[in-house]
């Protein structure tokens, strides 16, 4: 199992150093998410500065950028990364997409599935020279060798989608490398809605499911005194909160147990009550969602939780001071070795 850290895109003069420390501490590699600054300047400078280090988007907004000008990056990275970059892609919600990228966000399931397999022709195009992609969205068919990145010597890089509801998962399955599992996504959610929905995408593109990756990440409140882990538990509450007002994710409380979170959340959300939605977050729900443990015990009770299901862990809430850095990169390592 890779065990990965998350962490927003940083000031590319901070970029470096974070890197350098994520790979020193163990992790695998690096997962960086896309906020207001862009992850794929992040990957290229953390590329340099630590070398051999695995870095991905988890995940980057995929229709502000056209499918060719995404393919060119993703392809300079695995070139600057000797094979270790995934490219993980995702809608954004609408709002985002509409009004803050000025892009079209009709059907984004499909249209996702048209950008992943565009992306994958441009792949190819840049090892032949040539481009001939037609689908329901995006239509390709012009490359000359001036605008083409040319072969690298490395394998292509993987894509990795962002899916909740069985139908993207199933699409993730059928088109991608792996899919990028939701804060949210408790080991229940898991077992009932990404492994057999990813095996059934697979399935219907004759593929094998073991040759998909499954990014999960996980929420951790981990520490080796009841004040330690009373404040990381706030924090984590705060979390859950935020992405438990996403009304496609209500499900997935319902289905644990809790049902109707989402919309008391929203409620509150909409009077603009952030302690309040933060408190519709129950010491239940947190026990369902995160992993609470003693820093000793931390490795053992994800791997419980996780192993046989997750391709890679990310651990969300790592980052800090270098004394922080340095355990859960232990924890890391253990579960490597393991």
Known sequence: MHIDVMTVPQPLDKTGDLARRAQAAGFSGLLITETGRTPYLNAAVASQAAPGLELSTGVAVAFPRSPFVT???????????RGKFRLGLGTQV?????????????????????????VKACFAAFRTGKLDYHGEFYDLDFITPQWSAGPIDAPDPKVDVAAVNPWMLRMAGEVADGVHVHPIGEPGYLIRHVVPNLAAGAARAGRSPSDLAVIVPVLTIVGDSDEERDAQRESVRASMAFYGSTPNYAFIWDEAGFEGTTARIRERQKAGDFAGMAA??????????????TWDGLADAL???????????????????????ERYGEVARRMQAG
Request: hydrophobic fraction near 45%; charged fraction near 25%; glycine fraction near 6%.
């Open 71 to 81: 393919a060119a990056a993703a392809w300079e990275l695995q070139e600057a990364t």
């Open 94 to 118: 609408r709002t985002h997409v509409v009004r803050r990228y000025g892009m079209a966000f009709e059907r984004p399931g499909p249209r996702l599935r048209d950008y992943v397999l565009a």
């Open 280 to 293: 519709q977050v129950t010491d239940e729900h947190v026990a369902a969602f995160a992993t609470e443990s």
């Open 303 to 325: 791997s419980a939780k996780y192993a046989g299901i997750a391709t890679h862990l990310v651990l969300y809430n790592a980052l800090g001071d270098d004394e922080r850095l």
